[in-house]
């Protein structure tokens, strides 16, 4: 990820909740935050109800390619949280891909 750091602290993501725009697309819920920082920030998340942690990882994993793919069409100066919901579960990198690009358009929309 070029120009990406990632979210880490808790306060961070309790921000992005409280004050961000959020949209819940089918498999994913996003939330972002204009900052004033020049890059881009990231934070995955994927609840203990998903599953085991090799359901966990996995979707992860999809979603950190995904977030690659997607990279470059993204503004800069954006903090991001990519939430994965339970229906997310066995679904391919494209699905996720997709619904990511939709979700991220949505909320860019609504600002």
Do not use: C, W
């Not at 942690?53 to 100066?77: F, H, Q, W």
């Amino acid at each position: 990820m070029l120009n990406t750091s990632t979210l880490k602290l808790n306060r961070d993501f309790g921000r992005l909740y409280k004050k961000g725009k959020s949209y819940a697309g089918g498999y994913i819920v996003v939330y972002m935050l204009k900052t004033n920082r020049h890059d881009k920030r990231i934070g995955l998340t994927v609840g203990k109800s998903f599953g085991k942690a090799v359901k966990r990882n996995r979707i992860k994993r999809l979603m950190r390619e995904s977030y690659r793919i997607l990279e470059p069409t993204l503004p800069d100066g954006f903090d991001f949280v990519f939430v994965a919901r339970n229906r997310a579960e066995g679904k391919s990198l494209d699905q996720i891909k997709r619904d990511m690009s939709y979700a991220v358009k949505m909320v860019l929309e609504a600002n």
